[in-house]
């Protein structure tokens, strides 16, 4: 009889391959962390990996979590998230707002728009740049 428990490295690796997945970039192993380690090895490496829901679904229920919190900070991590992974565009994350003010309240769902608009800001900034350096090579 073999053990079929993953090894920790294994179960570290699909954490942060996990991790990057939801957030669009890749994130360092810091080892020793305790709240870094369970966060990678049970919150992704397990509970975002469980089946029956698509990572677009995950995000969206976190998102009405966080809004029902009021966490701008960390609604305005996850919006950059999901623009970059394409599970949301600039008119569907709009129309969140406005339909999770309906259920969570007008303040939790303002700070939400705040961190949507941030959001939405920075890429267009950022897209102008770009498009300002490919228009000027040096």
Excluded: C
């Amino acid at each position: 009889m073999t053990d079929q428990t993953p090894q920790p490295n294994e179960t570290r690796q699909r954490g942060l391959k996990k991790m990057s997945e939801v957030y669009g970039f890749d994130l360092p192993d810091l080892q020793g962390d305790p709240f870094f380690e369970v966060t990678v090895d049970h919150l992704f490496a397990d509970i975002w990996e469980r089946p029956g829901l698509t990572l677009r679904d995950r995000r969206l229920l976190l998102l009405g979590a966080i809004t029902a919190q009021g966490h701008a900070e960390i609604a305005e991590i996850q919006v950059g998230a999901a623009l970059r992974n394409g599970e949301l565009d600039a008119e569907q994350l709009r129309e969140i707002t406005v339909f999770l003010a309906h259920y969570v309240g007008w303040p939790s769902a303002t700070k939400l728009d705040g961190a949507v608009r941030k959001v939405l800001h920075a890429e267009k900034k950022k897209a102008r740049e770009q498009q300002s350096a490919n228009d000027n090579p040096q």
